[in-house]
């Protein structure tokens, strides 16, 4: 598998520097399909056929969104990126990887992830509020040589691509170059608050190639500042600026609440971040986690409806914007249910502590005592994997806001104790705050589905 794996990494790579030598689309429509049939070859058998309809489709309308927003993408990236994108996040990760990763779950009986949420750091230079992050303290830092101890334990069971949060990882900028360099056939990706790129970070980020950033934004100016502090939007701004300067891959982080919901999806909000050199967004439901998290934050039922049915538009081929928009809650059917757990990812906090997901907190076992593998192997772990999908209606994924009851039997079941470092929070009482939220959720979640599954039918 080595030499067929080197042989099949070389001939895409050399697809990809022929289609970023050219910019006529006849040459380029070829080039796609010649690199399509060569991952159908190699890996066809791990993906569903329709997958590579998909993508044959896409190539052969020139004129559709996703092209054109493909062809964007290699008309104005920096070329180094555009082809670590390729080679580290899409072969690596995503198509070799894949297989890697099977054959680690059948060795070792547990949840492989494709990529591992890692907090470098606790400290942060901003003291947003209600962040969760922040509960932390900024005292908190995982070593160089244990970050980079994950990531190579991680690859040798496949995994190849990883992200970072905080506190603020670009506190760490240097460390963070340096994992890059080390590790150039993995990708990374920071969620940051933007206010610490300058000109001469986008430099290495470029030179480097394999290191990607998504900016966290709440909305307009206004609103953005009342959280994150006076003069934040601003640095934002100027910070996605420079990377656009430099041909770098960025996005969004958004969190959408009660408040800001509307404004985050749209057009005026969607046009500004596209017109910065947004090149996708992440939209994250708050979440009520930590024992002073507000309730009152917690979108209606209406409004989640509205979510549901506002991103596939954004996404759509027709009519939809320029901008690849994933809802990490409402966009279960594309992975089927929660991804936590280490069945797709799962979360390290800075005291080293392994948990299955950013926004829950329990643990019962630490990067600092033990392999990675011993801690994907971890009875809340396996616990997550046995009963992964936590529900048939993938409007209702996760163990926590929407089937409380299941993360609460879990992580009692397994003894798991709370990871959060300043306030401990009782499963039972999180568990407690979700219940009136999933209860009134339920019914509008399952006319939903049906409706999908309805659409998909007749489509």
């Known amino acids: 598998m080595d030499v067929k794996y080197a042989a099949a990494r070389t001939s895409a790579a050399l697809l990809v520097d022929h289609i970023l030598a050219t910019r006529d689309v006849a040459t380029r429509q070829k080039i796609l399909r010649r690199l399509a049939a060569l991952v159908e070859k190699f890996f066809g058998s791990y993906f569903d056929p329709g997958t590579f309809a998909a993508a044959r489709n ?15 993408a290699l008309n104005e990236l920096n070329p180094k990126v555009v082809k670590t994108a390729v080679l580290d996040l899409g072969f690596d990760a995503a198509f070799y990887g894949l297989k890697q990763r099977a054959d680690a779950r059948k060795k070792y009986h547990c949840n492989i992830p494709w990529t591992i949420l890692i907090d470098p750091t606790s400290a942060c230079n901003l003291r947003c509020t209600g962040c969760w992050a922040a509960e ?28 970072y949060t905080g506190g603020e990882p670009l506190m760490r900028k240097a460390d963070l170059l340096k994992l890059c360099r080390l590790h150039p056939d993995c990708e990374f990706s920071a969620f940051t608050n933007g206010t610490l790129v300058d000109e001469a970070f986008c ?10 950033l998504s900016l966290s934004l709440e909305g307009f100016e206004d609103v953005n500042d009342s959280r994150r502090g006076q003069g934040t939007f601003q640095k934002v701004m100027h910070a996605m600026d420079l990377l656009k300067k430099y041909g770098l891959l960025f996005g969004t982080s958004i969190c959408y609440t009660r408040k800001n919901l509307e404004t985050v999806t749209s057009d005026a909000f969607l046009d500004l971040i596209i017109s910065k050199g947004v090149w996708y967004t992440w939209y994250f439901h708050y979440m009520p986690v930590g024992n002073e998290a507000s309730l009152d934050l917690l979108p209606t039922r209406e409004q989640r409806a509205y979510m549901v049915r506002r991103v596939r538009k954004i996404r759509a081929d027709e009519g939809g914007k320029p901008i690849f928009a994933m809802d990490f809650q409402n966009d279960g059917q594309y992975i089927g249910g929660c991804i936590a ?15 299955p997901c950013v926004f829950i907190h329990y643990s019962d076992a630490n990067i600092k005592e033990k392999t990675l593998l011993q801690c994907l192997q971890q009875p809340l772990f396996r616990e997550y994997g046995a009963h992964q999908p936590f529900n048939s209606d993938m409007l209702q994924p996760c163990p926590m ?9 879990m992580v009692h079941e397994c003894g798991a104790k709370s990871t959060d470092l300043q306030s401990p929070e009782n499963v039972d009482q ?5 219940q009136v939220y999933a209860k009134e959720w339920a019914p509008v979640a399952r006319r939903l589905w049906r409706e999908i599954q309805d659409r998909q039918k007749n489509s």
């Open 136 to 163: 932390y303290g900024h005292t908190l830092n995982l070593t160089l040589a244990q970050l980079e101890s994950v990531i190579s334990q991680a690859k040798a069971l496949g995994v190849h691509f990883f992200m």
């Open 203 to 212: 430099k290495e980020m470029a030179e480097v190639g394999n290191l990607s």
């Open 58 to 72: 896409y190539i052969e309308h020139p004129e559709g969104k996703w092209f054109q927003f493909v062809n964007r």
């Open 341 to 355: 757990g280490g069945r797709n990812y799962c979360h390290i906090n800075p005291n080293g502590d392994v948990e």
């Open 401 to 409: 806001l929407e089937n409380p009851e299941l993360l609460e039997r």
């Open 430 to 434: 999180l568990c407690h705050k979700c």
